[in-house]
């Protein structure tokens, strides 16, 4: 069983590389942005409670945070372990987590904030089918055109550049903590999120002491 949390910025490729440790690991990837993403295109009354905090980049409460989390591993679909993005993102989720899991390593993705701003605001996300694009490094075949199901692409509700400002204030004022706290405890990992996905996956399974892609 193998237990991670992955912590970076926005941007920073969380979700990128839970995808990769989950896909080789046979681990479950727990996106808790995903989940508040789902309960908002499908309004449910949770993604109500949550929808305008999200898209003006603010963080939504502990206690909804937590209950998300909670209900999610209760659901006991990770025989072989999982990988958690985008939590805890305050001390007092760090503690609730702490105190309720074991984790065998948190992997602290680092990268500038001009590298973020770079990254995110050539993001792209198709409004039919949820494939990601980035103008910069994985553009469409076609500008504006999925080229899985030719739906529009569109930007994130909270990729705009206020609501970024505020997500990295928000990200720095409340994560630098939460390192500092594993970090007393439990095993964090900082990798340069610069390079490449496969130089950082990489790097992360060395560091980690898992097989190598
Ligand atoms: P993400 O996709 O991880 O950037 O999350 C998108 C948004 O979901 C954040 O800007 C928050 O509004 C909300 N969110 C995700 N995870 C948490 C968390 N652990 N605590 C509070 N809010 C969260």
Redesign the pocket.
Same mark, same amino acid.
């Given at each position: 069983m193998r237990k991670y949390v992955i912590i970076g910025a926005?941007g920073s490729g969380?979700s990128t590389h839970s995808e990769l440790l989950a896909r080789d690991l046979d681990i479950v990837h727990i996106?808790?942005? *995903?989940i %508040?993403?789902w309960h908002v295109k499908n309004h449910t009354k949770l993604g109500a409670q949550?929808r305008r905090?999200?898209a003006a980049?603010?963080?939504?409460?502990?206690d909804?945070?937590e209950s998300v989390v909670r209900d999610r591993l209760t659901q006991h679909d990770w025989n072989y372990g999982f990988v958690v *993005?985008? %939590?805890?993102?305050?001390r007092r989720?760090t503690e609730f987590f702490l105190e309720s899991y074991d984790i065998d390593g948190v992997i602290h993705l680092d990268l500038p904030d001009e590298e973020v701003r770079r990254r995110v605001l050539a993001r792209r996300l198709c409004n039919g089918c949820g494939m990601d694009y980035n103008l910069i490094a994985d553009r469409p075949t076609q500008e504006g055109r999925c080229d899985v199901c030719g739906g529009e692409l569109v930007s994130r509700e909270?990729d705009t550049e206020q609501a970024l400002a505020e997500?990295l204030r928000e990200y720095h004022e409340r994560t630098d903590p939460i390192l500092e706290l594993f970090g007393r405890k439990e095993y964090v990992v900082t990798i340069d999120a610069r390079p490449g996905i496969e130089e950082v996956q990489r790097t992360l399974r060395e560091r980690l002491g898992l097989p190598l892609p």
């Open positions: 926005v969380k996106s808790v942005g *995903d %508040f993403r949550v905090t999200m980049g603010e963080l939504v409460g502990d909804l945070a *993005d985008g %939590f805890p993102r305050s989720q909270d997500r």
